[in-house]
């Protein structure tokens, strides 16, 4: 499968190119990096310390894509939005890790999906997928007298919260629950808050450090609490969730699939 990747000298652009080294029936045949990047013209292989792989770095998405089967994308919202479009024009599948998409990203994302197959998770790792599977059917098994809480833990230098997974665990506690998140989401809480709403899913996030990813699930009782957790120790779980995705949809209609298609969670 001839995979694209952009972003290709970032933290999870440098890991997409490795783990498609490693991967068998997987072949990076661009690299795409924004205008004004030092690593335009350079080979991507260094990069992402392999020996040259003679797949130079380019700032042209659009030829790009079209020397590919599927793109990669964990960039920005605008760029995400950018890229699924360019994808369509090409005819490829999109693979989406991308996280901090608004409601107005989302849904240009949906409306490209009826062009192309676009996979997007915030998070690509079979374990944090088959958590969420987890919090929806203990969400939907509890009444709304059990508190949902999400806490998330990322490096110092992630620049969105909550983090996309935690979002993703949000969305399984609400669908769970039969409720709009965005309805029942505390995003956060400052001052003199006043007692909990019932039914209502509370976020914190903390930032620290070099931590990959902790995401943990409360539910809280009377007199008892149950929680639901996730330790991601290295980075490389996500792109090889992401190389899976891509040989999942490959072929696949057009439309909008999560990683819960791709590993077939939906039936939990």
Not at 73 to 102: K, M, N, Y
Not at 174 to 190: T, Y
Not at 216 to 241: C, M, N, T, Y
Request: proline letters at 4%; aromatic letters at 4%.
């Amino acid at each position: 499968m001839r995979l694209v990747v952009v972003g290709a000298a970032g933290r999870m652009g440098r890991m997409l190119i490795k783990a498609i080294d490693q991967a068998e029936g997987c072949r990076l045949v661009a690299a795409v990096e924004r205008l004004g990047s030092p690593a335009l013209g350079a080979d991507a292989g260094p990069l992402a310390g392999l020996p040259p792989l003679g797949v130079t770095v380019t700032g042209d998405p659009a030829a790009a894509f079209a020397q590919g089967d599927a793109v990669f994308d964990f960039t920005s919202p605008e760029a995400t939005v950018a890229f699924a479009r360019l994808a369509a024009d090409a005819g490829i599948l999109h693979v989406v890790g991308t996280t901090g998409l608004e409601p107005a990203h989302l849904a240009a994302l949906a409306e490209t999906a009826r062009r192309i197959p676009i996979i997007r998770s915030g998070n690509m790792s079979l374990g944090v997928n088959l958590l969420a599977a987890l919090v929806r059917k203990v969400a939907a098994t509890l009444g709304t007298d059990w508190d949902i809480e999400i806490v998330e833990m990322h490096h110092r230098m992630k620049v969105d919260a909550p983090s996309g997974t935690a979002v993703l665990l949000g969305e399984a506690a609400a669908a769970g629950r039969a409720v709009d998140l965005a309805e029942q989401r505390v995003a956060a809480r400052d001052g003199i808050t006043g007692a909990r709403d019932p039914g209502t899913i509370g976020f914190a996030a903390l930032r620290g450090g070099t931590v990959v990813g902790d995401h943990k699930v409360i539910f809280a009782g009377a007199g008892e609490r149950l929680e639901l957790a996730h330790v991601a120790e290295d980075r490389s779980l996500f792109a090889q969730g992401a190389i899976r995705a891509a040989l999942w949809g490959r072929g696949r209609a057009p439309g909008l699939y999560s990683m819960a298609d791709v590993l077939g969670l939906d039936t939990l």
